[in-house]
Structures are given as C-alpha cells and as structure tokens.
C-alpha cells in the first residue's frame, strides 16, 4: 500500500484481503464465502442464514467465561461508484488503495471502508490471541447500502448477545445511539416518443465533477445536486423558447447524492444561440453558488444527433415535476440537545430513460416516522401531479436513543479512561440497522462507532489512517469492561 505505517498492523492486513474481495450490493456472495472459510479455518462456530448474514462466535478468553455477550456487527457489501473515465469492474477487479499523508483511499473508485474497516476489525478481532474478552458473536450483514436486505431478513434468535457494537459509523470519537428511518419514493412516467418538429436543434447538456456524498450524512452541507442543477437550466429555457426532452440520465443510488449527469434536448434552431449564450451565464451563477462546496465542476453544453423526442406534455411534466420536488433539508431536530441534527429530508438521487420510460428514483429520511411519512407523500404528490406512477418502499425504522443504555456509559467511560477527553453522543439523520434490530431484539443495548471516514459513497471515500488505531484500542478496553 506504501511505506506509510498503516496501524494496527493486524487491522489494516485484514482490510486489505477484503479489497481483494467483489461485494457489490445484492452480490457479496464471494464474501459470505471468504467468511466462512475464515471461520472454519480458525476453528469457530460460523452460521449463515438464509438472507446470507454471517455469524462467527468467538468463546471468551480464560477467566471471562461469565461475562455478558457481545456481538461486534459490520456490513459486507460497498457502494460501488467510480470516476467516469477509470476502467474498473466491481464484480471482477480488486481496489486499488494507496496512502495520501495520514489518509487512505483507492484509485478512482470508492474505497470501501464503509463498511469494510468495520469487517476488518471484526475479522482482526477473531484472528487475536492476545486479547482479552468476554463471549464475542461477529456479526456480518449483506446489503446494507441499497436495502438493508440483512437487517430485515434477519430472524430474531439469530444473535444472542446483550450488547451490540455496530462498527458502521464516521467519524473517531462520536459515539451514535439513535439515526433516521428512511424510505425510497420510485415515480415511473410512461413516455411516448414522436420526431422533433422540422428544422429543430439537438443539444447535450453534461456536469461532472460534483462532490456529491451520502444522502443522510452530507444532505446539510450545501452541495450541488446534478439532478437539480440540470433541472434547473432546462426548466429556465423553457420559459424562453420550445424544447423538447430527449433524455435525461443522472445519479445511480438512491444513498449518494448524485455528482453528474446529462439531458439531451432540441429546441428551435433559430434559438441555439441563445441557449448556449443562457448556459454559459447559468454556469457562472451555479459556480459563484457552490463555490465553496463543489469547486471542481465541468460543465459542457454540445451538440449532438437529432433523436426522437418525448411528447411535449409528457416532456414538459417530467421538468416540471423535478424543478418542483423537494431536495435538501425539510427539518432540524426540535429538541434542543439534538437542534444541529437534521430531522427530515429528501434527495433527488437518480433519473433513468429509456425508450418508453423515465424513472425517478428519491430518498426521504427522518428520525420522526409521521414526518417521514409527510415527506414521502409531499415528494409522491409532486410526481403524481405531473402524471407518474408513484411506489414508495417500506424501508426501515429510525433507532430511538435508550436513554439508560449500559453499553453507552460503558463505551464513554472507557473513551475518557484512555483519550482524556470527551466523546460526543449522538444521533446521525443516516440509516443505521440497529433500527431494524431495535424491532426484532427489543432488549438488545447498541451503540455504533468508528473511525473517521469522509467523502463516503465517492470515487474520493478516505479513511484517516491514526484513527483506525484509536478505535481499535477503545474497542479492547470495552471488551476488558463488560460486566458479568
């Protein structure tokens, strides 16, 4: 990787297996069965249920026999997301990691960290024999990042543990006890296809380039949406001139705001001049708005093959309905410890033509399940004005705070032992499982943290390298704490 110390050793060794790894979301079949060879050939009870998840138990070191159990919980799966121009296969190719000063990350592709540090972690633990601790239960799930398949799928009784340490979160010495339910909302719009008037112009509008980030954790940062933005200059010009929607293709997962994008259109060939004399002060503007979230975007407006055009009603509605569409933060938190906290929001993630449809695919989240439920109707409402069909999805449950949680004071007391500052507890407007396994483990005690990660769910996905260190070594001292 370099000649950078990459610490603990054993940590950042068993990370680098994984990356050797596919595990696509909906595909990590090659990891379930690294995992259970890893488990065979250490010797340990490893089960996988019929969803995938994986189980590894651990028996307690000599002389903690009796302490409570502790399940260590991560996910397999990763997003999968690359530069535009970086040749790469998720199903095939291994990441590509190297260190830049005190961070890691890959060439051109997501890194993988969330959650594969997690795993790693987990792993390292397994393969220790030098450390101490009470009955450890190793906890793999599948497809967190699309649909918390794992989470949902899993049967009650499947993990025995009284504690619950989800190894999912972001940044070193922020300890999560409570996170947003969210939901998908799909509106599809049937599309018939006719030819461009006579003498009409055809014309791509592209960006690229964008920061982009996860849907949850990054929706309050202020970054540029490609869907909006695109969005934004069409619907402008179409109060100008007549155009005419040939396509619009931006944005692939309904967790990751999406960072570039394209819409093919014509217009009048007497107004070409204009448009591109418009997109040119469009882009200034956009710039001067994001100028200090999303510095290095490119932005390209070329002409291009005339095509058949969407009906003009249908054309129009579906712009319509996109300009209108809630994106961005609904809510903050009401409560005042938690008023820096986003409550309710939405992303705009994905848009996808084909010859006969356009689908839309958006994100809605909330720590308050009625408000969650608003937003998804105010963002179906605005589909279902503009004609579409609208499916929202059950998604998954927000994780309510226990506010006399054994393993948070544990995990707090222990942090300040060894760092001699203060943790912060909190709530983070993302999807962690522990709301599904709140539902299925009502007694279970959780907490979630991990090192410090940024730009997840991007080809720029880093992992600050000394907090790795960090969470290891307060992981160890929570395992020597757990009561009997």
């Known amino acids: ?83 535009v121009d970086v040749e790469f296969d998720f199903d095939k190719d291994a990441i590509q990691t190297y260190v830049d000063g005190e961070w890691l990350r890959a060439k051109g592709t997501t890194l993988g960290a969330d959650d594969g540090i997690g795993c790693a972690i987990e792993l390292a633990v397994l393969d220790s024999d030098d450390i101490e601790h009470g009955p450890i239960e190793c906890v793999f799930t599948r497809d967190e990042e699309t649909q918390l398949t794992g989470a949902i799928g899993m049967k009650s009784g499947f993990m025995n543990g009284d504690y619950l340490i989800n190894l999912d979160s972001e940044d070193e010495g922020q300890f999560f006890v409570s996170c947003a339910g969210g939901r998908s909302t799909i509106a599809t719009f049937s599309v018939k296809r006719e030819e461009a008037p006579a003498g009409y112009f055809f014309m791509e509008a592209a960006v690229k380039g964008l920061v982009g980030g996860h849907s949850g954790d990054d929706i309050n940062k202020k970054r540029a949406n490609a869907i909006k933005l695109l969005t934004r200059f069409i619907y402008a010009e179409m109060q100008k001139t ?82 209108a569409v809630d994106n961005g933060v609904f809510a903050m938190c009401q409560d005042e410890a938690l008023d820096w906290l986003v409550e309710t929001s939405s992303n705009v993630a994905a848009v996808k033509t084909t010859d006969n449809e356009v689908e839309v695919l958006s994100s809605q989240r909330s720590c308050v399940m009625s408000n969650l439920d608003n937003m998804c ?69 959780m907490v979630s943290f991990g090192p410090t990660l940024r730009y997840v769910h991007t080809p720029d996905e880093r992992l600050l390298i000394p907090t790795v260190q960090m969470v290891w070594d307060h992981l160890l001292e929570i395992l020597k704490n757990i009561p009997e």
Not at 12 to 37: C, D, T, V
Not at 242 to 260: E, M, Q, T, Y
Not at 393 to 400: C, I, L, N
């Open 1 to 83: 990787m370099s000649n950078v110390e990459l610490k603990p050793a054993r940590v950042f060794e068993q990370f680098a297996k994984i990356n050797q790894i596919p595990r696509p979301s909906k595909r990590e079949e090659k990891m379930i069965e690294y995992l259970k060879e890893f488990g065979k050939n250490h010797g340990l009870e490893t089960v996988v249920d019929e969803t995938g998840n994986v189980l590894i138990r651990k028996p307690a070191t000599p002389g903690h026999e009796n302490r409570k159990t502790v399940i260590l919980q991560s996910h397999m799966d990763m997003v999968c997301d690359k530069l």
């Open 242 to 323: 007549d155009v005419r929607l040939v396509s619009f293709n931006s944005g692939k997962l309904h967790n990751a705001i999406p960072r570039d994008g394209k819409v093919v259109f014509a217009v009048p060939a007497a107004d070409k001049e204009m448009v591109k004399a418009d997109f040119n002060i469009f882009v200034a503007k956009v710039e001067d708005e994001f100028h200090v979230t999303d510095t290095a975007m490119e932005f390209a407006l070329t002409s291009t093959d005339a095509a058949a055009v969407i009906t003009k009603a249908v054309g129009d509605n579906i712009i319509f309905a996109l300009q």
């Open 377 to 445: 109707n105010t963002v179906a409402a605005a589909y279902r004005l503009a004609g579409a069909k609208v499916i929202t999805t059950d998604g998954y449950p927000a994780w309510k705070m226990n506010p006399h949680s054994k393993l948070v004071d544990i995990t707090a007391e222990t942090y300040r032992k060894l760092f001699g500052k203060e943790p912060k507890v909190l709530g983070i407007h993302a999807g962690l499982e522990c709301g599904l396994f709140s539902e299925r483990y009502p007694n279970l005690d």
